[in-house]
Structures are given as structure tokens and as C-alpha cells.
């Protein structure tokens, strides 16, 4: 017999009246009219071809081959409520690796309480950090930490923080002071960091192009940690975004200007492939962010 022509719900019914013996405490039990139970018993017989339940006496008793069925219906039916109940996660026993892209800044300003909480709660998983990669964002990943808009594709996402930019120099530099204008700031040698390392423009540029003013690029790096050790040793400028800025490590080294010119704004977000959405560890790791 093939199992598509079959119908399942017959199996549950006949373990039922197995275990209970009994049509009606079966009925019971399925929440069914005891009618509806004895035509499936009937329909059982006729599958099986044995009476699998007959009567001895005051009793009902099992057949040999329901006796060999009964665990086996038994272990059938308690399988199939696991399949089809929703899958749980708990993080005390739970060993999974989460692996998220995220560049430097994400993993100085976003990630660390992320990472703590999951030494905390889960401590049998652990957390990989890549380096972000243009517009990779797939099912090998948990989820990406990125400032762009979300990409095409099938892709959920949900907007962390928002920021803004400002400026960082050496102390003493011999051009910022609280009068600088556009062109000034436009006309300085630049730093701009690219996490891929193929960026030379970025949202500042296209602010000044809105006022007509390009600024040269002296350096690109991809990384923002090494950048204020850079710009405090050279004249150069680096516009670089506001929670970065107020960090000890950062302002120690560097004077915090605020743009001669309205910042641009952007969203940091998390993105996720749709495929992850719905399961419960993705949930919770979301969930802790």
C-alpha cells in the first residue's frame, strides 16, 4: 500500500483504541463520537486484515498482530506530534555556532553586549565574527551588521541605531577652528575608511556634492580602530560617525568637530536571509540584539 493513498488519521484513531481497549474511552479521548471510532476500527480491519479488538466476555482484547502494532503505533504517533510541534530552543543546552559579518566598528560599538549575553545565557554556543564582503549577505550567515541599505533578495532586517558624522584632527590643527567653512573643510586631504577596501567615496561626499564641493581622498583603510592613531600623527581629516567619535580611545587622540555642513544620517541594521526568520535560535539571538 502506498502511504499517499492512506490516510493517516486512521493510525491515530487505532492507536487510541489500542491503548485504551476500549471504543468508547477511545472516543473519549479523540474528543469523537464513538460511531466515527468504530467505523475506523472497521476500516483498520479491513487494512490489517486481522480483528486486531475482540470482545472475551465482559472484555476487550487485543489480537496477537495488535499487540505487535500497539508500541509501534505508539512510538508512530508520539513522532509525528513532535514533527508538527513548533521547534523550541534553550539556550542552557543548546551548542550552536552564530555567525555574523560585521565590520570593526560594529564589533567595538554593537556587538560586545551581544556577545556577553550569549556566554551568559547559552554557554555552550559561541559567536563568529567575519569581515563584512560586498553585499554578501546568505544563508551561511546568521545575520550582517551594516550601515547601507538593505539589499534586493530575500532579506528580512530590522534597523538597530541611527547616527550621524562628524569630524576628527589632530589637536592643534592648523585649519579646524569653529568657523570652518564648507570649502575649507572640502579643500583639507581626507582619510576615509572602507571596510571591503573598494570604497573612495562615501554619504559625506555626497553631501558636499549637494553644495557643489568635492573633497580629495588621501587615504583609504578598511578598518576605523587604526584611524585615530593615523590622523593624529598627520594632518589629515576623517569624518567618522558620532558614537565612534565619543570613545576614549578616539577622542584621547583626535579633536571631535562637528561638519561645517548638515550631516547625513544613516541607520545601522541588522539583515538576515528570509530563511532564518522563523527559526527559534535566530529568534533569540535577534531577540538579545
Known amino acids: 500500500m502506498k502511504l499517499r493513498n492512506f490516510d493517516l488519521n486512521l493510525l491515530v484513531i487505532l492507536e487510541a483504541v489500542l491503548a485504551e481497549t476500549s471504543i468508547t474511552r477511545a472516543a473519549r479521548r479523540l474528543n469523537l463520537s464513538q460511531p466515527a471510532v468504530s467505523q475506523a476500527l472497521a476500516r483498520a480491519r479491513d487494512v490489517f486484515g486481522d480483528e486486531l479488538l475482540v470482545r472475551d466476555g465482559a472484555q476487550m482484547m487485543l489480537t496477537p498482530l495488535a499487540r505487535r502494532l500497539a508500541p509501534q503505533l505508539k512510538e508512530f504517533c508520539a513522532g509525528a506530534a513532535t514533527l508538527l510541534s513548533p521547534a523550541g530552543f534553550d539556550p542552557r543546552s543548546a551548542a550552536i555556532d552564530f555567525t ?14 551581544l556577545i556577553a549575553s550569549v556566554a551568559q545565557q547559552a554557554p555552550g554556543c559561541r559567536v563568529i565574527v567575519r569581515a563584512p564582503e560586498p553585499y554578501l549577505i546568505d544563508a551561511m550567515i546568521d545575520f550582517a551588521i551594516i550601515g547601507l541599505p538593505v539589499p534586493q533578495g530575500p532579506f ?20 579646524l577652528n569653529e568657523q570652518l567653512s564648507p570649502e575649507t573643510f572640502a579643500g583639507l586631504s581626507h582619510a576615509l575608511v572602507s571596510p571591503t577596501g573598494q570604497g573612495i567615496i562615501g554619504p559625506v561626499d555626497t553631501a558636499l556634492e549637494r553644495l557643489g564641493l568635492s573633497r580629495r581622498i588621501a587615504l583609504s583603510v578598511t578598518r576605523f580602530t587604526t584611524l585615530p592613531q ?56 535577534r531577540g538579545l540584539l
Request: aromatic fraction near 8%; glycine fraction near 2%; include cysteine.
Open 100 to 113: 555574523v559579518c560585521a565590520n570593526d566598528l560594529s564589533e567595538l560599538l554593537i556587538l560586545p553586549p
Open 156 to 175: 528580512c532586517s530590522r534597523d538597530l541605531h541611527e547616527d550621524k558624522f562628524v569630524v576628527i584632527a589632530r589637536p592643534g590643527h592648523p585649519v
Open 230 to 285: 593615523i590622523v593624529a600623527s598627520t594632518d589629515l581629516i576623517a569624518s567618522v560617525p558620532s558614537r565612534f567619535a565619543v570613545r576614549p580611545e578616539v577622542h584621547t587622540l583626535c579633536q571631535v568637530w562637528p561638519l561645517p555642513f548638515e550631516s547625513p544620517r544613516f541607520t545601522m541594521r541588522m539583515v538576515w536571509h528570509q530563511m532564518h526568520d522563523a527559526d527559534p535560535a535566530h529568534q533569540w539571538l
